[in-house]
């Protein structure tokens, strides 16, 4: 049996974001997004998502290039006066591991994330993390033990299976990819150890930024049995936050992609069913 979540990341980091989702929940195939709770244009997605009844919102937690939820004072080792989190990945990871202070101050940011998502009175569908930090088994337990308190009941393992992906258009394996499909299992375990839902496989890492409608329609025909999540990073234009941030990614195409026919007939014709996280915590 096949079945697939369709998401978004970034819910909540500019209104050109939030416009994208909001079509391509209305318009198109996507059903779920992940809200930055602190991010510039939050206020306007909760908005957006509240009068999309039937679109599932999760915590996208930051952890890792963006903006914390707590002032500066109270996190100092976090993150600077700006209030944004470093992008210097090995380094935070290193901090996060090694530092007590430092993870005092993680866990208290993590339960402030929850805390404020839990305010915008949104049902809590998922959780995942910002360029996939929740893989730190640091950040990894403090998202499932302040998730646990919130009601929290199913998380995104990234684990992308390279067999669909040579199906379905140029790609190349890597040792690299190898080690993060191996390491994603220690992310599993602890899901598993909390009796929170995963999904199997995981399709958006690869072709990140580049999830054009080409690329997916194949993709779609060579979905593996189980549960799958395709995620995008959608956008009906680049802001100049967004374009600091991700200057090769192809927003407008993956909101394209979102809502084009190919990709809805190439899911079908492989006979894979649309769901959620909510409505696969229900069955369980």
């Not at 600077?80 to 380094?91: A, E, T, V, W």
């Not at 992308?160 to 140029?170: D, F, I, N, Q, V």
Request: proline fraction near 7%; aromatic fraction near 8%; hydrophobic fraction near 45%.
């Amino acid at each position: 049996m096949k079945r697939v979540i369709i998401s978004a990341d970034d819910f909540g980091l500019s209104e050109e974001v939030n416009e994208a989702i909001e079509i391509a929940h209305r318009d198109g195939l996507l059903s779920t997004a992940s809200l930055m709770v602190s991010g510039p244009a939050a206020a306007d997605a909760v908005r957006r998502a509240k009068n999309l009844p039937d679109l599932r919102v999760g915590l996208h937690l930051v952890a890792i290039e963006g903006p914390a939820t707590l002032p500066p004072a109270d996190i100092p080792l976090l993150v600077p006066q700006d209030g944004q989190f470093p992008s210097d990945q090995l380094k935070l990871g290193v901090e996060y591991f090694f530092r007590p202070a430092v993870r005092r101050e993680l866990a208290a940011e993590i339960e402030a994330q929850f805390r404020a998502f839990a305010a915008t009175g949104l049902a809590l569908d998922h959780a995942n993390a910002h360029k996939h930090m929740h893989l730190h088994p640091t950040v990894g337990h403090y998202l499932i033990e302040s998730g646990l308190r919130y009601g929290l009941r199913a998380v995104r393992v990234p684990l992308e299976p390279p067999k669909p992906l040579y199906a379905a258009g140029t790609y190349t394996d890597t040792l690299g990819d190898a080690a993060l499909r191996r390491w994603t299992g220690l992310l599993r375990h602890q899901l598993h150890k909390a009796g929170m839902v995963t999904n199997d496989w995981c399709f958006g890492l690869a072709w990140s930024g580049h999830m054009t409608t080409d690329r997916v329609s194949a993709l779609a025909a060579h979905l593996p049995d189980g549960l799958s999540e395709i995620y995008f990073h959608p956008a009906t234009a680049k802001n100049k936050l967004v374009q600091k941030l991700m200057p090769t990614y192809e927003h407008e195409a993956e909101f394209r992609t979102l809502c084009a026919p190919g990709f809805r007939s190439g899911l079908a014709h492989a006979g894979a069913t649309p769901t959620t996280w909510t409505d696969v915590a229900r069955a369980r």
